[in-house]
Protein backbone atom coordinates (compact mmCIF):
# COMPACT_ATOMS: atom_id res chain seq x y z
CA UNK A 1 0.00 0.00 0.00
CA UNK A 2 0.98 3.77 -0.73
CA UNK A 3 -0.08 7.33 -0.46
CA UNK A 4 -0.05 8.82 -3.55
CA UNK A 5 -0.94 12.67 -4.60
CA UNK A 6 0.23 14.96 -7.29
CA UNK A 7 -0.86 18.32 -8.65
CA UNK A 8 -1.28 19.82 -12.25
CA UNK A 9 -1.75 23.49 -13.79
CA UNK A 10 -0.92 25.29 -10.42
CA UNK A 11 0.79 28.81 -11.62
CA UNK A 12 3.62 27.66 -9.06
CA UNK A 13 7.11 28.92 -10.20
CA UNK A 14 8.89 25.33 -10.67
CA UNK A 15 11.00 25.75 -7.07
CA UNK A 16 8.29 26.28 -4.89
CA UNK A 17 6.16 23.76 -6.73
CA UNK A 18 8.56 21.06 -6.31
CA UNK A 19 8.68 22.17 -2.58
CA UNK A 20 4.81 21.28 -2.56
CA UNK A 21 5.02 17.83 -4.09
CA UNK A 22 8.22 17.42 -1.31
CA UNK A 23 5.73 18.54 1.82
CA UNK A 24 2.47 16.44 0.41
CA UNK A 25 4.40 13.68 0.01
CA UNK A 26 6.59 13.86 3.23
CA UNK A 27 2.87 14.28 5.07
CA UNK A 28 2.11 10.44 3.77
CA UNK A 29 4.93 9.20 4.91
CA UNK A 30 3.28 7.42 7.33
CA UNK A 31 1.10 5.26 4.45
CA UNK A 32 4.48 4.52 3.18
CA UNK A 33 8.20 4.13 4.71
CA UNK A 34 10.00 2.31 2.19
CA UNK A 35 11.03 4.00 -0.92
CA UNK A 36 9.45 7.19 -2.14
CA UNK A 37 9.56 9.15 -5.49
CA UNK A 38 8.22 11.83 -7.75
CA UNK A 39 7.70 13.16 -11.33
CA UNK A 40 7.66 15.99 -13.11
CA UNK A 41 6.40 17.32 -16.61
CA UNK A 42 5.53 20.93 -17.32
CA UNK A 43 3.57 21.81 -15.06
CA UNK A 44 2.67 18.21 -13.68
CA UNK A 45 3.70 17.13 -10.50
CA UNK A 46 3.36 13.26 -8.93
CA UNK A 47 4.31 11.91 -6.05
CA UNK A 48 4.52 8.50 -4.16
CA UNK A 49 5.09 6.89 -0.83
CA UNK A 50 5.79 3.13 -0.81
CA UNK A 51 5.07 0.55 1.39
CA UNK A 52 6.30 -2.43 -0.20
CA UNK A 53 4.28 -5.85 -0.25
CA UNK A 54 5.21 -7.35 -3.29
CA UNK A 55 8.27 -7.37 -5.62
CA UNK A 56 10.39 -5.52 -2.88
CA UNK A 57 13.00 -4.76 -5.10
CA UNK A 58 11.42 -3.41 -8.33
CA UNK A 59 8.08 -1.59 -7.50
CA UNK A 60 9.63 2.04 -7.57
CA UNK A 61 7.20 4.42 -8.71
CA UNK A 62 6.41 6.54 -10.00
CA UNK A 63 6.49 4.09 -12.75
CA UNK A 64 6.53 5.02 -16.82
CA UNK A 65 5.88 3.43 -19.97
CA UNK A 66 5.74 4.56 -24.05
CA UNK A 67 2.96 3.02 -26.00
CA UNK A 68 2.81 4.09 -29.83
CA UNK A 69 4.32 7.30 -28.50
CA UNK A 70 2.55 8.32 -25.34
CA UNK A 71 4.02 8.23 -22.51
CA UNK A 72 2.06 7.17 -19.47
CA UNK A 73 3.28 7.51 -15.60
CA UNK A 74 1.75 6.13 -13.01
CA UNK A 75 1.52 6.60 -8.91
CA UNK A 76 -0.75 3.62 -7.27
CA UNK A 77 -1.89 2.98 -4.06
CA UNK A 78 -3.46 -0.86 -3.81
CA UNK A 79 -3.89 -4.39 -4.37
CA UNK A 80 -4.67 -6.66 -7.32
CA UNK A 81 -6.04 -9.85 -6.49
CA UNK A 82 -6.11 -11.08 -9.86
CA UNK A 83 -2.50 -10.20 -11.38
CA UNK A 84 -1.93 -13.93 -13.00
CA UNK A 85 -5.01 -13.29 -15.41
CA UNK A 86 -4.29 -9.78 -16.03
CA UNK A 87 -0.81 -10.88 -17.06
CA UNK A 88 -1.74 -13.41 -19.44
CA UNK A 89 -4.21 -10.54 -21.20
CA UNK A 90 -0.98 -8.44 -21.29
CA UNK A 91 0.78 -11.25 -23.01
CA UNK A 92 -1.94 -11.44 -25.49
CA UNK A 93 -1.16 -8.23 -26.36
CA UNK A 94 2.62 -9.25 -27.05
CA UNK A 95 3.00 -6.46 -23.74
CA UNK A 96 6.05 -7.81 -21.59
CA UNK A 97 6.70 -7.49 -17.93
CA UNK A 98 9.76 -6.46 -16.13
CA UNK A 99 8.82 -7.07 -12.44
CA UNK A 100 5.98 -8.89 -10.60
CA UNK A 101 4.31 -5.73 -8.86
CA UNK A 102 0.70 -4.71 -9.62
CA UNK A 103 1.88 -0.95 -10.66
CA UNK A 104 3.34 -2.54 -14.26
CA UNK A 105 0.01 -4.37 -14.81
CA UNK A 106 -2.27 -1.25 -14.33
CA UNK A 107 -0.10 0.52 -16.21
CA UNK A 108 0.81 -1.32 -19.78
CA UNK A 109 -3.03 -2.32 -19.26
CA UNK A 110 -4.00 0.99 -19.28
CA UNK A 111 -1.82 2.13 -21.87
CA UNK A 112 -3.17 -0.65 -24.35
CA UNK A 113 -6.94 -0.63 -22.96
CA UNK A 114 -7.77 3.00 -22.05
CA UNK A 115 -10.32 3.26 -18.88
CA UNK A 116 -11.81 -0.18 -19.96
CA UNK A 117 -9.21 -1.87 -18.17
CA UNK A 118 -11.09 -0.75 -14.82
CA UNK A 119 -13.35 -3.46 -15.23
CA UNK A 120 -10.76 -6.18 -15.07
CA UNK A 121 -9.45 -5.13 -12.17
CA UNK A 122 -10.39 -7.08 -8.74
CA UNK A 123 -8.80 -5.62 -6.21
CA UNK A 124 -8.83 -2.28 -3.71
CA UNK A 125 -7.03 0.55 -5.63
CA UNK A 126 -6.69 4.06 -5.87
CA UNK A 127 -4.27 5.49 -8.69
CA UNK A 128 -3.24 8.69 -11.17
CA UNK A 129 -1.91 8.49 -14.57
CA UNK A 130 -0.60 11.17 -16.64
CA UNK A 131 -0.26 11.25 -20.28
CA UNK A 132 2.19 12.62 -23.03
CA UNK A 133 1.74 14.42 -25.00
CA UNK A 134 -2.18 15.09 -24.08
CA UNK A 135 -1.33 16.76 -20.75
CA UNK A 136 -4.18 14.92 -20.03
CA UNK A 137 -4.54 12.90 -16.12
CA UNK A 138 -6.28 10.46 -15.22
CA UNK A 139 -7.92 9.52 -11.66
CA UNK A 140 -9.31 6.18 -10.34
CA UNK A 141 -10.77 4.42 -8.00
CA UNK A 142 -12.06 0.72 -6.57
CA UNK A 143 -15.69 -0.09 -6.87
CA UNK A 144 -16.24 -0.24 -3.51
CA UNK A 145 -13.80 2.87 -2.12
CA UNK A 146 -11.58 0.80 -0.03
CA UNK A 147 -8.69 3.12 -0.99
CA UNK A 148 -8.89 6.58 -0.87
CA UNK A 149 -8.84 9.22 -3.21
CA UNK A 150 -9.33 13.09 -2.53
CA UNK A 151 -9.11 16.05 -4.91
CA UNK A 152 -9.56 19.73 -4.95
CA UNK A 153 -10.21 21.63 -8.20
CA UNK A 154 -9.29 25.60 -7.87
CA UNK A 155 -9.95 27.45 -11.31
CA UNK A 156 -8.46 25.16 -13.92
CA UNK A 157 -5.90 23.51 -12.14
CA UNK A 158 -6.40 20.23 -10.12
CA UNK A 159 -4.86 18.77 -6.96
CA UNK A 160 -5.25 15.24 -5.49
CA UNK A 161 -3.79 13.24 -2.71
CA UNK A 162 -4.50 9.68 -0.70
CA UNK A 163 -5.28 11.88 2.02
CA UNK A 164 -7.00 15.62 2.85
CA UNK A 165 -4.41 16.44 5.00
CA UNK A 166 -1.64 16.60 1.64
CA UNK A 167 -3.80 18.83 -0.05
CA UNK A 168 -3.22 21.44 2.53
CA UNK A 169 0.19 21.62 1.91
CA UNK A 170 -1.02 23.94 -1.06
CA UNK A 171 -1.22 27.58 -0.45
CA UNK A 172 -4.58 27.76 -2.29
CA UNK A 173 -6.02 24.81 -0.81
CA UNK A 174 -7.26 26.19 3.03
CA UNK A 175 -9.42 23.89 5.61
CA UNK A 176 -12.86 26.18 4.58
CA UNK A 177 -16.16 24.55 6.37
CA UNK A 178 -19.40 25.57 5.78
CA UNK A 179 -22.94 25.13 6.72
CA UNK A 180 -23.10 22.17 4.15
CA UNK A 181 -19.74 20.61 5.82
CA UNK A 182 -21.35 21.16 8.75
CA UNK A 183 -25.05 19.35 8.01
CA UNK A 184 -22.86 16.23 6.31
CA UNK A 185 -20.73 16.18 10.18
CA UNK A 186 -24.46 16.29 12.36
CA UNK A 187 -26.77 15.15 10.02
CA UNK A 188 -25.40 12.32 8.61
CA UNK A 189 -22.02 11.31 10.44
CA UNK A 190 -20.17 9.14 10.52
CA UNK A 191 -21.10 8.53 7.07
CA UNK A 192 -20.69 11.34 4.16
CA UNK A 193 -22.31 11.73 1.05
CA UNK A 194 -19.96 9.89 -1.47
CA UNK A 195 -17.89 12.19 -2.78
CA UNK A 196 -18.13 14.69 -0.85
CA UNK A 197 -16.03 15.77 2.87
CA UNK A 198 -16.72 18.27 5.46
CA UNK A 199 -14.24 20.64 3.23
CA UNK A 200 -15.63 23.20 1.30
CA UNK A 201 -13.92 22.60 -2.30
CA UNK A 202 -12.60 19.63 -0.99
CA UNK A 203 -14.19 16.24 -2.87
CA UNK A 204 -13.52 12.43 -3.42
CA UNK A 205 -13.30 10.64 -6.67
CA UNK A 206 -16.44 8.38 -5.94
CA UNK A 207 -16.07 4.31 -5.47
CA UNK A 208 -16.45 2.89 -8.50
CA UNK A 209 -15.66 6.12 -10.60
CA UNK A 210 -13.03 7.74 -13.05
CA UNK A 211 -12.03 11.24 -13.96
CA UNK A 212 -10.21 12.64 -16.85
CA UNK A 213 -8.48 15.90 -16.64
CA UNK A 214 -7.63 17.91 -19.49
CA UNK A 215 -7.25 22.10 -20.42
CA UNK A 216 -8.47 22.54 -17.07
CA UNK A 217 -11.84 20.49 -16.72
CA UNK A 218 -12.31 17.54 -15.05
CA UNK A 219 -14.51 14.92 -16.40
CA UNK A 220 -15.94 11.91 -14.49
CA UNK A 221 -17.72 8.82 -15.13
CA UNK A 222 -19.12 5.76 -13.96
CA UNK A 223 -17.51 2.55 -14.66
CA UNK A 224 -19.00 0.37 -11.68
CA UNK A 225 -22.18 0.26 -10.24
CA UNK A 226 -24.17 -2.63 -8.29
CA UNK A 227 -27.00 -3.82 -10.32
CA UNK A 228 -30.04 -5.21 -9.09
CA UNK A 229 -31.73 -8.60 -10.90
CA UNK A 230 -33.61 -11.43 -10.15
CA UNK A 231 -31.93 -14.14 -8.41
CA UNK A 232 -32.33 -17.48 -9.43
CA UNK A 233 -30.57 -19.96 -7.61
CA UNK A 234 -32.40 -21.88 -4.72
CA UNK A 235 -31.16 -21.98 -1.11
CA UNK A 236 -28.66 -25.10 -1.66
CA UNK A 237 -27.48 -23.44 -4.98
CA UNK A 238 -26.71 -20.03 -2.82
CA UNK A 239 -24.97 -21.66 0.01
CA UNK A 240 -22.89 -23.41 -2.35
CA UNK A 241 -21.77 -21.02 -4.41
CA UNK A 242 -21.20 -18.49 -1.34
CA UNK A 243 -19.20 -21.06 0.22
CA UNK A 244 -17.17 -21.29 -3.37
CA UNK A 245 -16.41 -17.44 -3.70
CA UNK A 246 -15.11 -17.23 0.09
CA UNK A 247 -12.81 -20.30 -0.52
CA UNK A 248 -11.28 -18.99 -3.69
CA UNK A 249 -11.19 -15.18 -2.29
CA UNK A 250 -9.24 -15.73 0.88
CA UNK A 251 -6.35 -17.78 -0.44
CA UNK A 252 -5.67 -14.98 -3.27
CA UNK A 253 -5.64 -12.20 -0.47
CA UNK A 254 -3.13 -13.90 1.23
CA UNK A 255 -0.35 -13.43 -1.44
CA UNK A 256 2.41 -11.61 -0.18
CA UNK A 257 6.33 -11.05 -0.10
CA UNK A 258 6.20 -9.76 3.98
CA UNK A 259 4.61 -11.13 7.08
CA UNK A 260 1.03 -11.62 6.89
CA UNK A 261 -1.46 -12.30 9.64
CA UNK A 262 -5.83 -12.06 10.74
CA UNK A 263 -7.32 -9.58 12.74
CA UNK A 264 -9.00 -12.26 15.03
CA UNK A 265 -12.29 -11.41 17.27
CA UNK A 266 -13.99 -14.95 17.50
CA UNK A 267 -16.83 -13.53 15.44
CA UNK A 268 -18.85 -15.03 12.85
CA UNK A 269 -16.32 -12.54 9.80
CA UNK A 270 -13.33 -12.97 10.91
CA UNK A 271 -13.48 -16.29 12.68
CA UNK A 272 -14.40 -17.28 8.65
CA UNK A 273 -11.80 -15.15 7.09
CA UNK A 274 -9.57 -17.19 9.78
CA UNK A 275 -10.81 -20.75 9.00
CA UNK A 276 -10.76 -20.13 5.52
CA UNK A 277 -7.00 -19.15 5.48
CA UNK A 278 -5.95 -21.65 7.33
CA UNK A 279 -7.46 -24.16 5.01
CA UNK A 280 -4.83 -23.04 2.85
CA UNK A 281 -2.09 -25.15 4.79
CA UNK A 282 -0.19 -21.86 5.79
CA UNK A 283 0.49 -21.22 9.32
CA UNK A 284 -0.79 -18.33 10.91
CA UNK A 285 -0.58 -15.80 12.73
CA UNK A 286 -3.52 -14.34 14.13
CA UNK A 287 -4.33 -10.89 16.49
CA UNK A 288 -7.26 -9.72 18.94
CA UNK A 289 -7.75 -6.66 21.04
CA UNK A 290 -9.22 -6.16 24.59
CA UNK A 291 -8.98 -3.54 27.23
CA UNK A 292 -7.42 -3.61 30.47
CA UNK A 293 -9.95 -3.82 32.93
CA UNK A 294 -13.13 -5.30 30.57
CA UNK A 295 -12.59 -8.58 32.43
CA UNK A 296 -13.94 -6.60 35.93
CA UNK A 297 -16.09 -4.38 34.10
CA UNK A 298 -18.32 -5.85 31.62
CA UNK A 299 -21.76 -6.10 31.63
CA UNK A 300 -23.51 -8.36 29.39
CA UNK A 301 -26.17 -6.13 27.41
CA UNK A 302 -28.35 -6.30 24.24
CA UNK A 303 -26.21 -5.28 21.40
CA UNK A 304 -22.94 -6.72 23.60
CA UNK A 305 -23.85 -10.25 24.85
CA UNK A 306 -20.51 -12.08 24.97
CA UNK A 307 -17.00 -11.23 25.22
CA UNK A 308 -14.72 -13.00 22.41
CA UNK A 309 -12.11 -14.82 24.21
CA UNK A 310 -13.74 -18.18 24.63
CA UNK A 311 -14.62 -17.74 20.94
CA UNK A 312 -11.45 -16.92 20.04
CA UNK A 313 -9.69 -19.57 22.16
CA UNK A 314 -11.93 -21.94 20.29
CA UNK A 315 -10.65 -21.06 16.68
CA UNK A 316 -6.94 -21.14 17.87
CA UNK A 317 -6.87 -24.31 19.37
CA UNK A 318 -9.38 -25.83 16.22
CA UNK A 319 -6.90 -24.12 13.76
CA UNK A 320 -3.57 -24.01 15.44
CA UNK A 321 -2.72 -20.11 14.77
CA UNK A 322 0.42 -18.45 16.51
CA UNK A 323 -2.55 -16.31 18.12
CA UNK A 324 -1.16 -12.74 20.22
CA UNK A 325 -3.70 -10.83 22.40
CA UNK A 326 -3.06 -7.26 22.64
CA UNK A 327 -4.23 -5.64 25.34
CA UNK A 328 -4.77 -1.64 25.27
CA UNK A 329 -4.79 0.65 27.98
CA UNK A 330 -7.92 2.90 28.63
CA UNK A 331 -5.05 6.17 29.61
CA UNK A 332 -3.59 5.54 25.31
CA UNK A 333 -6.99 5.38 23.71
CA UNK A 334 -8.20 8.71 25.25
CA UNK A 335 -4.46 10.35 24.57
CA UNK A 336 -4.70 8.63 21.28
CA UNK A 337 -8.28 10.76 20.40
CA UNK A 338 -5.81 13.43 18.77
CA UNK A 339 -3.81 11.26 16.44
CA UNK A 340 -6.93 9.55 15.23
CA UNK A 341 -8.21 12.46 14.06
CA UNK A 342 -5.59 13.40 12.13
CA UNK A 343 -5.44 10.10 10.70
CA UNK A 344 -9.17 10.80 9.45
CA UNK A 345 -8.57 15.08 9.12
CA UNK A 346 -12.23 15.41 10.64
CA UNK A 347 -14.18 14.36 13.36
CA UNK A 348 -15.96 10.86 12.82
CA UNK A 349 -16.08 7.47 15.34
CA UNK A 350 -13.96 8.72 18.18
CA UNK A 351 -12.19 6.11 20.43
CA UNK A 352 -13.69 3.96 17.16
CA UNK A 353 -11.13 5.45 15.45
CA UNK A 354 -8.29 5.57 18.17
CA UNK A 355 -8.76 2.15 19.37
CA UNK A 356 -8.32 0.05 16.06
CA UNK A 357 -5.54 2.77 15.47
CA UNK A 358 -3.52 1.53 18.42
CA UNK A 359 -4.70 -2.20 17.77
CA UNK A 360 -2.87 -1.76 14.31
CA UNK A 361 -0.05 -0.43 15.74
CA UNK A 362 0.35 -3.32 17.61
CA UNK A 363 0.48 -5.13 14.75
CA UNK A 364 2.93 -3.36 12.75
CA UNK A 365 5.14 -4.79 15.81
CA UNK A 366 4.75 -8.65 14.21
CA UNK A 367 3.63 -7.61 10.90
CA UNK A 368 2.67 -5.70 7.56
CA UNK A 369 -0.46 -6.72 6.16
CA UNK A 370 -2.80 -8.51 7.79
CA UNK A 371 -6.45 -9.70 6.70
CA UNK A 372 -9.89 -8.51 8.33
CA UNK A 373 -13.52 -9.40 8.06
CA UNK A 374 -14.55 -6.44 7.71
CA UNK A 375 -17.73 -5.74 5.76
CA UNK A 376 -19.45 -8.82 6.24
CA UNK A 377 -22.25 -6.99 7.87
CA UNK A 378 -22.41 -4.40 5.44
CA UNK A 379 -23.52 -7.37 2.42
CA UNK A 380 -24.97 -9.82 4.74
CA UNK A 381 -27.29 -7.15 6.24
CA UNK A 382 -25.75 -8.01 10.08
CA UNK A 383 -26.36 -4.78 11.52
CA UNK A 384 -29.57 -4.15 14.16
CA UNK A 385 -30.93 -1.82 12.18
CA UNK A 386 -32.25 -4.66 9.26
CA UNK A 387 -33.76 -6.67 12.87
CA UNK A 388 -34.97 -3.79 14.80
CA UNK A 389 -39.21 -2.92 14.57
CA UNK A 390 -38.43 1.06 15.13
CA UNK A 391 -35.56 0.96 12.12
CA UNK A 392 -36.22 -2.27 9.67
CA UNK A 393 -38.85 0.13 8.06
CA UNK A 394 -37.86 3.64 9.01
CA UNK A 395 -37.56 6.29 5.71
CA UNK A 396 -34.09 8.28 6.73
CA UNK A 397 -30.86 6.44 6.98
CA UNK A 398 -30.87 4.07 9.79
CA UNK A 399 -27.53 5.40 11.87
CA UNK A 400 -29.71 8.31 12.10
CA UNK A 401 -33.36 7.43 13.09
CA UNK A 402 -33.75 9.80 15.61
CA UNK A 403 -32.19 13.13 14.88
CA UNK A 404 -32.83 14.92 18.84
CA UNK A 405 -29.60 14.35 20.07
CA UNK A 406 -27.83 15.37 16.94
CA UNK A 407 -30.32 18.43 16.98
CA UNK A 408 -29.55 19.86 20.64
CA UNK A 409 -25.97 19.18 19.69
CA UNK A 410 -26.15 21.96 17.14
CA UNK A 411 -25.71 25.96 18.82
CA UNK A 412 -29.04 27.06 18.70
CA UNK A 413 -27.97 30.06 16.65
CA UNK A 414 -27.45 27.55 13.95
CA UNK A 415 -30.00 24.96 14.27
CA UNK A 416 -32.52 26.54 11.90
CA UNK A 417 -29.62 27.80 9.73
CA UNK A 418 -28.81 23.83 9.19
CA UNK A 419 -32.20 22.57 9.50
CA UNK A 420 -31.07 18.89 9.80
CA UNK A 421 -34.12 17.22 9.65
CA UNK A 422 -34.34 19.02 5.87
CA UNK A 423 -31.36 17.83 4.76
CA UNK A 424 -31.40 14.42 5.80
CA UNK A 425 -34.60 14.04 4.20
CA UNK A 426 -33.75 15.07 1.04
CA UNK A 427 -30.16 13.36 1.71
CA UNK A 428 -32.29 10.12 1.75
CA UNK A 429 -34.67 10.81 -0.67
CA UNK A 430 -31.78 11.32 -3.47
CA UNK A 431 -29.98 8.37 -2.50
CA UNK A 432 -32.83 5.90 -2.64
CA UNK A 433 -33.45 7.47 -5.84
CA UNK A 434 -29.70 5.96 -7.02
CA UNK A 435 -30.90 2.52 -5.16
CA UNK A 436 -31.15 -0.20 -8.04
CA UNK A 437 -34.22 -1.91 -7.75
CA UNK A 438 -35.59 -4.94 -9.66
CA UNK A 439 -39.40 -4.90 -10.27
CA UNK A 440 -40.01 -8.48 -9.44
CA UNK A 441 -38.59 -7.30 -5.89
CA UNK A 442 -40.95 -8.06 -3.81
CA UNK A 443 -42.14 -4.86 -0.47
CA UNK A 444 -39.33 -6.87 1.87
CA UNK A 445 -36.86 -7.30 -0.71
CA UNK A 446 -37.16 -3.67 -1.56
CA UNK A 447 -37.06 -2.29 1.52
CA UNK A 448 -33.82 -4.18 2.40
CA UNK A 449 -32.56 -3.33 -0.73
CA UNK A 450 -32.65 -0.20 0.11
CA UNK A 451 -31.43 -0.32 3.56
CA UNK A 452 -28.27 -2.57 2.22
CA UNK A 453 -27.48 -0.17 -0.67
CA UNK A 454 -27.63 2.85 1.96
CA UNK A 455 -25.37 0.60 4.60
CA UNK A 456 -22.84 -0.36 1.24
CA UNK A 457 -22.86 2.91 -0.40
CA UNK A 458 -22.62 4.96 2.67
CA UNK A 459 -21.96 3.69 6.27
CA UNK A 460 -19.57 1.45 4.97
CA UNK A 461 -17.87 3.23 3.53
CA UNK A 462 -17.40 5.54 6.39
CA UNK A 463 -15.93 2.28 7.56
CA UNK A 464 -13.74 1.36 5.48
CA UNK A 465 -12.29 4.93 5.27
CA UNK A 466 -11.19 4.42 8.98
CA UNK A 467 -9.51 1.08 8.20
CA UNK A 468 -7.73 2.75 5.77
CA UNK A 469 -6.41 5.46 7.68
CA UNK A 470 -6.54 4.28 11.30
CA UNK A 471 -3.99 1.18 9.37
CA UNK A 472 -1.94 3.35 6.85
CA UNK A 473 -1.11 5.12 10.11
CA UNK A 474 0.66 2.34 11.22
CA UNK A 475 2.32 2.04 7.84
CA UNK A 476 0.29 -1.39 8.18
CA UNK A 477 -2.07 -2.74 5.36
CA UNK A 478 -5.23 -4.36 6.41
CA UNK A 479 -7.12 -6.36 3.21
CA UNK A 480 -10.80 -7.01 3.17
CA UNK A 481 -12.23 -10.68 1.23
CA UNK A 482 -15.78 -9.26 1.72
CA UNK A 483 -15.52 -6.76 -0.21
CA UNK A 484 -14.61 -9.01 -3.04
CA UNK A 485 -17.26 -7.37 -5.81
CA UNK A 486 -18.39 -10.45 -7.15
CA UNK A 487 -19.06 -11.75 -4.02
CA UNK A 488 -21.16 -8.51 -2.51
CA UNK A 489 -22.93 -8.11 -6.37
CA UNK A 490 -24.14 -11.59 -5.83
CA UNK A 491 -25.13 -11.07 -2.38
CA UNK A 492 -27.07 -8.00 -3.27
CA UNK A 493 -29.40 -9.77 -5.09
CA UNK A 494 -30.59 -12.81 -2.44
CA UNK A 495 -33.93 -12.23 -1.61
CA UNK A 496 -34.36 -11.40 1.72
CA UNK A 497 -36.17 -14.69 3.07
CA UNK A 498 -33.28 -16.38 2.04
CA UNK A 499 -30.98 -13.93 3.24
CA UNK A 500 -32.51 -14.33 6.61
CA UNK A 501 -32.43 -17.94 6.47
CA UNK A 502 -32.98 -19.61 10.10
CA UNK A 503 -34.55 -16.44 10.97
CA UNK A 504 -31.09 -15.46 12.22
CA UNK A 505 -29.01 -12.40 10.88
CA UNK A 506 -26.65 -13.14 8.31
CA UNK A 507 -28.13 -16.47 7.89
CA UNK A 508 -27.12 -17.50 4.73
CA UNK A 509 -23.74 -16.46 5.48
CA UNK A 510 -23.97 -19.28 8.60
CA UNK A 511 -25.47 -21.89 6.50
CA UNK A 512 -22.41 -21.46 4.09
CA UNK A 513 -19.83 -21.65 7.07
CA UNK A 514 -21.39 -24.84 8.71
CA UNK A 515 -18.75 -27.07 8.05
CA UNK A 516 -15.87 -24.71 8.72
CA UNK A 517 -16.40 -22.88 12.09
CA UNK A 518 -17.13 -24.74 15.33
CA UNK A 519 -21.00 -24.49 16.71
CA UNK A 520 -20.79 -22.03 18.98
CA UNK A 521 -19.21 -19.34 17.04
CA UNK A 522 -21.72 -20.21 14.00
CA UNK A 523 -24.75 -19.23 16.22
CA UNK A 524 -22.81 -16.46 18.53
CA UNK A 525 -24.96 -13.59 18.22
CA UNK A 526 -23.06 -10.01 16.37
CA UNK A 527 -20.91 -8.40 19.10
CA UNK A 528 -19.45 -5.30 17.83
CA UNK A 529 -16.20 -4.34 17.89
CA UNK A 530 -14.54 -4.58 21.50
CA UNK A 531 -14.67 -0.85 23.33
CA UNK A 532 -13.77 -0.08 26.71
CA UNK A 533 -16.09 -0.39 29.78
CA UNK A 534 -13.33 0.76 32.10
CA UNK A 535 -14.64 3.71 34.51
CA UNK A 536 -10.84 5.32 34.05
CA UNK A 537 -11.59 6.00 30.43
CA UNK A 538 -15.31 7.59 31.06
CA UNK A 539 -13.34 9.38 33.66
CA UNK A 540 -10.78 10.86 31.46
CA UNK A 541 -13.10 12.22 28.75
CA UNK A 542 -15.03 13.78 31.32
CA UNK A 543 -12.05 15.72 32.54
CA UNK A 544 -11.39 16.88 29.20
CA UNK A 545 -14.45 18.01 28.39
CA UNK A 546 -14.88 19.57 31.71
CA UNK A 547 -11.52 21.56 30.84
CA UNK A 548 -13.20 22.69 27.51
CA UNK A 549 -16.72 23.77 28.81
CA UNK A 550 -14.47 26.24 31.02
CA UNK A 551 -12.78 27.81 28.29
CA UNK A 552 -16.04 29.60 27.34
CA UNK A 553 -14.53 31.42 24.63
CA UNK A 554 -13.22 28.63 21.95
CA UNK A 555 -14.62 28.36 18.67
CA UNK A 556 -16.07 24.85 19.29
CA UNK A 557 -19.37 26.69 20.34
CA UNK A 558 -19.48 28.57 17.53
CA UNK A 559 -21.14 25.44 16.21
CA UNK A 560 -22.03 23.07 19.69
CA UNK A 561 -24.38 23.89 21.90
CA UNK A 562 -22.30 24.19 25.29
CA UNK A 563 -25.60 24.21 27.69
CA UNK A 564 -26.15 20.95 25.97
CA UNK A 565 -22.79 19.44 26.76
CA UNK A 566 -23.38 21.05 30.04
CA UNK A 567 -26.24 18.66 31.00
CA UNK A 568 -24.64 15.32 29.35
CA UNK A 569 -21.65 15.82 31.33
CA UNK A 570 -23.94 16.22 34.67
CA UNK A 571 -25.99 13.06 33.26
CA UNK A 572 -24.37 9.50 34.08
CA UNK A 573 -27.51 7.76 33.20
CA UNK A 574 -26.59 6.16 29.81
CA UNK A 575 -30.05 5.64 28.83
CA UNK A 576 -31.35 9.10 29.11
CA UNK A 577 -29.05 9.90 25.75
CA UNK A 578 -29.65 7.52 22.68
CA UNK A 579 -26.78 6.17 21.24
CA UNK A 580 -25.28 9.02 18.44
CA UNK A 581 -25.59 6.28 15.40
CA UNK A 582 -25.58 2.51 16.84
CA UNK A 583 -24.67 0.85 19.93
CA UNK A 584 -20.87 1.36 19.96
CA UNK A 585 -21.46 5.46 20.16
CA UNK A 586 -22.84 5.57 24.04
CA UNK A 587 -22.27 8.83 26.42
CA UNK A 588 -18.53 8.64 26.94
CA UNK A 589 -17.55 8.35 23.29
CA UNK A 590 -20.11 11.00 22.31
CA UNK A 591 -18.42 13.05 24.80
CA UNK A 592 -15.04 12.02 23.02
CA UNK A 593 -16.51 13.24 19.75
CA UNK A 594 -17.58 16.40 20.93
CA UNK A 595 -13.42 16.59 22.71
CA UNK A 596 -12.67 15.69 18.74
CA UNK A 597 -14.47 18.71 16.86
CA UNK A 598 -12.78 21.26 19.30
CA UNK A 599 -9.20 19.59 18.50
CA UNK A 600 -10.10 19.53 15.20
CA UNK A 601 -10.79 23.23 14.71
CA UNK A 602 -7.47 23.96 16.41
CA UNK A 603 -5.57 21.14 14.89
CA UNK A 604 -6.49 22.43 11.31
CA UNK A 605 -7.16 26.26 11.58
CA UNK A 606 -10.47 25.42 10.44
CA UNK A 607 -11.95 28.76 8.87
CA UNK A 608 -15.73 28.62 9.73
CA UNK A 609 -17.96 29.98 7.15
CA UNK A 610 -21.31 30.18 8.93
CA UNK A 611 -22.95 32.36 6.54
CA UNK A 612 -23.85 30.03 3.56
Known sequence: ??????????????????????????????????????????????????????????????????????????????????????????????????????TEIILKLFAVEGP???????????FAIYETPTNRLFLARDPLGVKPLFYSQQNKALAFASEIKALFCHPRITPHVNLGGLRELFGIGPARTPGKTVYTKINEIKPGEYAWWQDGKLFTKTYFKLTSRPHTDDTATTIQT??????????????????IGLMLSGGLDSSAVTALA?????KLKTFSVDYDGNADNFQPTDFSPSRDNYYIDLMVKQ??????????????????????LIARDYPAMADIDSSLL???????????????GEFADEIFCGYPWFYRNDTANATTFPWAIDLSMRENTIARPLRTKLNIQDFVNKTYNKAVAEV????????????????????????????????????????????????????????????????????????????????????????????????????????LIELQIQKLIADTNHPVWQIVER??????????????????????????????????????????????????
Not at 278 to 282: F, L, V
Not at 358 to 372: E, G, N, Y
Not at 480 to 499: G, S
Not at 596 to 601: F, G, T
Request: include cysteine; glycine fraction near 4%.
Open 242 to 259: IQTMLQRIVPQQLVSDVQ
Open 436 to 539: PLSPTDSPADRQMKIYSYLTIRWFGLNLLERADRMAMRCGLEVRVPFTDINLVQYVYNIPWTMKNYGNQEKGILRAALKDILPAPILTRKKCPYPKTVDPVYTA
Open 1 to 102: MCGINGFINFKYPKKQAKTILAQMNQTLAHRGSDDNGIYTHCQCYLGQQRLSIIDLKNGHQPMSYTYHGHTYTIVYNGELYNSATLRQRLKQHHIRLHTTCD
Open 319 to 340: YRTDHSYKILQSADLCATLREA
Open 563 to 612: DFIIKVLANHRPEQTRPWFGQLMQRPQYLAFIYQIAMWLDEYKVILDLAK
Open 358 to 372: LFCRALKQDITVCLS
Open 116 to 126: EALRLFNGIFA
Open 278 to 282: ARTGQ
